[in-house]
């Protein structure tokens, strides 16, 4: 009887919390079913995803040759003005909502952990935001994109190695060699030793000129010889390797 009490209190409880607060998508704003998590299903089959990570000259990969070096590349999403990617990433990056970039992290991840180029990753590691912006901004979208990412793969996620040096200037309205200018000096490695010898994931939430990770992967430190890129327009993963 005391048992029966408490589920029907914990139901009731629920019933309150699904009424003043509801579960709803964050993509189409509708009220989600059973064990739906953040995007509903319908939304998910939805998503302009790519094939990129079954094909070594995908072009994300294309993209970057010749200008850091490549293991591999891929994408998870494409860009489209307008589309539920578009509000998602909005989302996610302005209004902090990061349960979204880890559900995307967990949905790549988990195709991730079925290609081989992808399956013998150490180390997770965000692109990092200057400390200035994060605080204002109260989190780093990409490290909930990694989050993601390692909960899915059971890697290892750390926000401990790459560090930005400089606030510079938004990106947003730059061109490719202004992206360049404004980010080739401003990111610096620490904990070297620690990731000796690792294959390392750089995680970024956006790519748009790649200058970003290219500086990452270029820097003086040098993270490693060998990148491989893992989502692109949208979420955006590197892996380096030591």
Sequence with gaps: MILQMMQQAVSNASSLVDLFYPNVCQSC??????????ICIHCQHQLPTTDYHKRADNPTAKHLWGRVLLENATSFLYFI???KVQHLMHQLKYN???KIGIKMGQMYGKWLNETPAY?????????PLHPDKEKKRGYNQSFFFAMGLGDAMGVRYSKD?????????????????DRWDNVKSVFQVQNEEELEGKHILLVDDVITTGSTLEACARNKSQFSAL???????????VTLRR
């Design 29 to 38: 704003g509708n009220t989600m079913q059973g064990s739906e998590e953040v």
């Design 81 to 83: 003005n307008g589309s």
């Design 96 to 98: 902090a909502k990061t």
């Design 119 to 127: 399956q013998d990753i150490d180390m997770i590691v965000p692109v």
């Design 161 to 177: 190695y790459l560090f930005k040096t400089r606030n510079n200037e938004s990106q947003t309205k730059k061109g490719r060699l």
């Design 227 to 237: 990148t491989t890129f893992c989502v692109s327009c949208c979420p955006l993963a």
